[in-house]
């Protein structure tokens, strides 16, 4: 019998960042910026069929009654990857193939402006 | 001191001006004190001309932050008694908190047509409509939740009735039992009165909410696509009987050749009454 190593010598060192790390840590920008008079979180739950995935990045103002706003949404299955990525704010949406794409469609959606107006909306009426 | 009658009313308008002018007269006739418009196009300020033509009783309760969206919401009572509590596109929630009596939440859809999204995906996306009632109530601390609007499914169809959905049952005494678990989750039910509308032996004046003659082999021609569900909490506020498909407005019919008239709208307004018990001290 062959004791011969057919993996992939590099398989144990290779990672894929995960959507939720992504909008994690796009959670915790925001909550600095805003000093948490605006939170962000990030509301993962299981979907429907059979290993898919659903993350909700919401915004919430404490202050008004923990008010929030959900931002965006993004669906993927066990392969991480494309994801599905909902503009909640302006019904548009996005099929980013990789962890570099989808980082620039949460780039894109965050600077838009209708985003932007919302979250200023928002933060004004509490400063 | 007694319950409070709250009268809602919803109707999407698509768009249609001659709709929307007919909204703010409906809103005076039924006296209704809550009005929801779905696909208003129209400036809330004209809205609120139109309805305070005679005397200043509404006032126009706002989004927080969503600027692009076309649901509208009016209101007998002031803003600070009906606050949103969640934005997103195609889904409000309000708190309606009235002094002295039971708060309780207003959410308010407006789902993807089946223009654009198939059954599955109608599906999919009720699911997560469910379950972002499920984490609202939980941050509200209870669940007396009403849930009103075009959800564009019928009352039957997988994402009206799935446990991970909006898991709503035509039958009262089975909501009341509250919940119901499905693989060791336990999932709340909503009451779905609209069942019992459907067709021409239906509680209603018309045999649904809109109409769409398809050229398919399969063809229903009414739906029932406007909804109210109510969840069990709330059920001792809810009298079936207060339930209403509206079909005339001021002398006008909404209906044509026994169709609905799509010149005004292709979707009939609905309302209800919610009897808001006593707060307890």
Not at chain 2, 173 to 185: D, L, S, W, Y
């Amino acid at each position: 019998m062959s004791t011969e190593n057919l993996w992939p010598a590099d398989l144990a060192d290779k990672r894929v960042t995960t959507p939720k790390e992504i909008l994690v840590a796009q959670e915790v920008h925001f909550n600095r910026m805003m000093n948490n008079v605006l939170v962000a979180t990030v509301d993962s739950y299981g979907g429907p069929n059979e290993g898919e995935f659903i993350h909700r990045l919401i915004i919430s103002a404490p202050s008004l009654g923990n008010y929030s706003l959900t931002l965006l949404r993004c669906t993927h299955t066990l392969k991480l990857y494309p994801v599905k990525v909902i503009n909640q704010v302006e019904s548009m949406q996005f099929m980013p193939k990789d962890e570099h794409d989808l980082k620039l469609v949460l780039g894109q959606i965050f600077s838009s402006e209708v985003v932007q107006r919302s979250i200023v909306a928002l933060k004004s009426q509490i400063i | 001191m007694s319950d409070f009658a709250l009268k809602i009313g919803f109707w999407n308008v698509n768009k249609s001006p001659r709709a929307i002018s007919l909204a703010a007269q409906w809103a005076l006739e039924a006296g209704i004190d809550l009005l929801v418009l779905i696909e208003c196009t129209e400036q809330p300020a004209f809205m609120l001309q139109k309805l305070n033509d005679n005397a200043p009783y509404f006032f126009y309760s706002p989004h927080f932050a969503l600027t692009n969206t076309n649901i509208h919401v009016f209101s007998r009572l002031r803003e600070s008694y009906s606050k949103p509590v969640l934005e997103e596109s195609g889904f409000l929630a309000r708190d309606i908190n009235l002094p002295l009596h039971e708060s309780f939440t207003l959410a308010i859809v407006h789902l993807p047509s089946k223009l654009y999204y198939r059954d599955e995906d109608q599906n999919s996306y009720a699911h997560e409509i469910g379950m972002l009632i499920n984490s609202l109530e939980k941050r509200r601390l209870h669940k007396r939740t009403v849930v009103i609007g075009d959800f564009n499914m019928d009352p039957f169809e997988p994402g009206m009735v799935a446990s991970g959905a909006f898991h709503a049952v035509m039958d009262r005494h089975i909501a009341q039992r509250k919940t119901r678990t499905v693989k060791g989750h336990d999932h709340t039910f909503f009451y779905n009165p609209m069942w019992g509308y459907f067709g021409s032996n239906g509680r209603g004046k018309a045999n649904g909410t809109y109409f769409y003659p398809k050229a398919t082999p399969v063809c229903q021609y009414w739906h029932i696509f406007d909804q109210v569900l109510i969840r069990p909490d709330l059920l001792d506020s809810f009298a079936d009987s207060s339930l209403v498909i509206h079909t005339e407005i001021g002398g006008q019919s909404l209906l044509r050749e026994e169709k609905i008239d799509s010149s005004v709208s292709d979707h009939l307004p609905v309302s209800f009454v919610l009897n808001l018990k006593q707060a307890n001290p």
